[in-house]
């Protein structure tokens, strides 16, 4: 009886799996392949992420270069309300900072409003060799690929002539692909800050 049992269990073996190891296997690899698909799921999103917050870190922070740097080394335009002025409305209905840049040039500084194409916007007014004014904007491909979605500009210590006032620009980046959103602010001093309004050559 013991050797027909193990000729048996030998020949079971030589068979292959009974339905049943086969079911509970199949399962076993399913319940695997299910976990694993989440954990790349997770993974490729948690990429995309990174790589999606580094685009919009190394943008903002050009943006605030040009931005902060152009109001920081502002001059006075030398007549009544010249230096800086924020703007709740602009040109083109959005925020702005108008000032006089390190070459004397009256500048708008603000973003574009066309749908699917905000980007930073400096406007330059008219001069006698430039009568109709010119626009000024980073090529699209610096953006990698990220939207301005807010360019805010908040004013927040006085406005004395001699030490400036510091003024708060906030920005707020979209990336397109991923639709992730980076908001960041930074301060900076203004010399010759004005309440008043800035009077632009030739008007």
Same mark, same amino acid.
């Given at each position: 009886m013991?050797?027909?049992? @193990?000729?048996?269990? !030998?020949?079971r073996k030589e068979n292959g799996y009974t339905l049943v190891e086969a079911v509970v296997s199949f399962a076993f690899m399913g319940i695997f392949l299910a976990a694993a698909g989440i954990l790349l799921i997770h993974t490729v999103s948690l990429h995309a992420r990174m790589k999606a917050r580094a685009s919009m870190l190394s943008v903002s922070e050009i943006i605030f270069d040009k931005v902060a740097g152009e109001m920081a080394e502002a001059k006075d335009g030398g007549w009544e309300g010249g230096g800086i002025q924020i703007l709740p409305e602009g040109r083109n209905g959005c925020p702005a900072v108008?000032?006089?840049?390190?070459?004397?040039? @009256?500048?708008?500084? !603000?973003?574009?409003?066309?749908?699917?194409?905000?980007?930073?916007?400096?406007?330059?007014a008219p001069t006698e060799r430039n009568r109709e004014g010119s626009e000024w904007g980073f090529d699209q491909k610096l953006y990698q690929g990220c939207v301005i979605e807010q360019l805010d500009f908040t004013p927040l210590f006085g406005q004395e002539e001699e030490s400036g006032g510091i003024v708060r620009i906030t920005l707020t980046l979209r990336h397109e692909k991923t639709g992730f959103q980076y908001t960041r602010s930074r301060c900076v001093r203004c010399p010759f800050y004005s309440t008043l309004p800035i009077l632009f050559k030739g008007q």
């Open positions: 013991m050797w027909k049992g @193990a000729g048996q269990r !030998t020949k108008v000032l006089n840049d390190r070459e004397g040039r @009256a500048v708008e500084i !603000t973003r574009t409003n066309e749908e699917g194409n905000p980007y930073l916007l400096l406007w330059y």
